[in-house]
């Protein structure tokens, strides 16, 4: 297996891992991708272990928080705690523009990879706002927000699309984003990869046993809120 540093470990026991999933790093190997290695894989080898499975989805390109059960009656008990609605999902993402609104529900339907469509809706809080004195696109200057995303449903690039939807897609996302927006924080704030974080889950890993596991922000994340004088003490406030 290809050298891959170690996955940060936030929380083990015998039926569970949570981990601070690193971006760019594909959870599942498939036919499709051209990936040596998987996170699935490099948590096989390096713990031991036989049996590892991902609870919920995550993208490849967002990195933070994700739930590994250890067995199948752990993937069971965890899985229903999602289908049932009983988590909270938080997450931390850069975007271009300003929602109209400082804070609200998107929902609006969304297709899946065979054509179904299905409910969707994301909560969105405004965190911070700015706007730069750069010409990027069709405006002179060039507007940007922090938000914090919470999913209702579970959908795949849920937050992705919603937030295109709202008011203008996350810098770094190279499937549903802008490129003259990712190129100019690129050149302009060395920050290639897609800011979108999983910052927080809640959930009961256990019957009326109540678990919070949180993430501080990553740097790329936390070098532009100092770039942007953006206070990092609202964000923590608002996990």
């Known amino acids: 297996?290809?050298?891959?540093?170690?996955?940060?470990?936030?929380?083990?026991?015998?039926?569970?891992?949570?981990?601070?999933?690193?971006?760019?790093?594909?959870?599942?190997?498939s036919q499709i991708s051209r990936d040596k290695i998987s996170l699935v894989q490099i948590l096989k080898e390096e713990h031991g272990l036989d049996y590892i499975h991902p609870v919920h989805r995550i993208d490849r390109a967002t990195s933070g928080v994700l739930l590994m059960s250890k067995n199948k009656d752990?993937?069971?008990h965890a899985t229903d705690q999602f289908m049932s609605k009983q988590t909270q999902k938080t997450y931390f993402t850069i975007i271009r523009g300003w929602p109209q609104e400082n804070e609200g529900?998107?929902?609006?339907?969304?297709?899946?990879?065979?054509?179904v469509v299905q409910e969707a809706q994301t909560e969105f809080k405004v965190i911070h706002?700015?706007?730069?004195?750069?010409?990027?696109?069709k405006f002179p200057t060039s507007?940007?927000?922090?938000?914090?995303?919470?999913?209702?449903?579970?959908?795949?690039?849920?937050i992705r699309r919603h937030v295109k939807?709202?008011?203008g897609p996350i810098i770094g996302d190279t499937k549903f984003g802008k490129k003259e927006h990712n190129e100019f924080f690129k050149s302009k704030y060395n920050s290639t990869n897609?800011?979108?974080?999983?910052?927080?889950?809640?959930?009961?890993?256990?019957?009326?046993?109540?678990?919070?596991?949180?993430?501080?922000?990553?740097?790329?994340?936390?070098e532009l809120c100092e770039h942007f004088e953006w206070s990092q003490e609202a964000i923590l406030n608002n996990y």
């Open 129 to 137: 706002k700015i706007e730069l004195p750069f010409h990027v696109s």
């Open 74 to 76: 752990a993937t069971v």
């Open 105 to 115: 529900i998107v929902d609006k339907p969304l297709k899946n990879d065979k054509g």
């Open 1 to 29: 297996m290809e050298q891959h540093p170690p996955i940060p470990i936030v929380f083990e026991d015998d039926n569970y891992m949570i981990i601070n999933k690193p971006p760019e790093l594909l959870v599942h190997r």
């Open 165 to 167: 939807h709202l008011t």
């Open 194 to 222: 897609l800011l979108l974080f999983s910052a927080q889950l809640k959930l009961n890993l256990y019957d009326s046993q109540a678990f919070t596991f949180k993430i501080d922000l990553p740097t790329n994340i936390k």
């Open 143 to 158: 507007r940007y927000s922090l938000l914090r995303c919470r999913p209702i449903s579970g959908r795949q690039h849920q």
